[in-house]
């Protein structure tokens, strides 16, 4: 999260209530992709597929 100084602390307890109890999950918000599927990435952050699309920059095995 993008936030400054105090309210950055505020915002974090205040959303940790709702997480723990399962009323906001906000680890399911988003969706993880391989560099190799950026493009669709991309694609279902347009259609609302998801509210963050999170590319994993991996090296090549």
């Known amino acids: 999260m ?7 602390d ?6 940790a209530d709702p997480y723990v109890t399962g ?5 399911k918000l988003g969706n993880f992709y391989d560099l190799k599927a950026i493009n669709e990435a ?3 952050d ?3 597929v998801t509210v963050k699309s ?3 920059m ?3 095995a």
């Open 2 to 8: 993008v936030e400054a100084g105090r309210i950055h």
């Open 10 to 15: 505020v915002l974090m307890f205040t959303l």
């Open 23 to 27: 009323k906001f999950p906000f680890d």
């Open 42 to 44: 991309v694609a279902d």
């Open 46 to 48: 347009e259609r609302g």
């Open 54 to 56: 999170i590319v994993r």
């Open 58 to 60: 991996t090296p090549e």
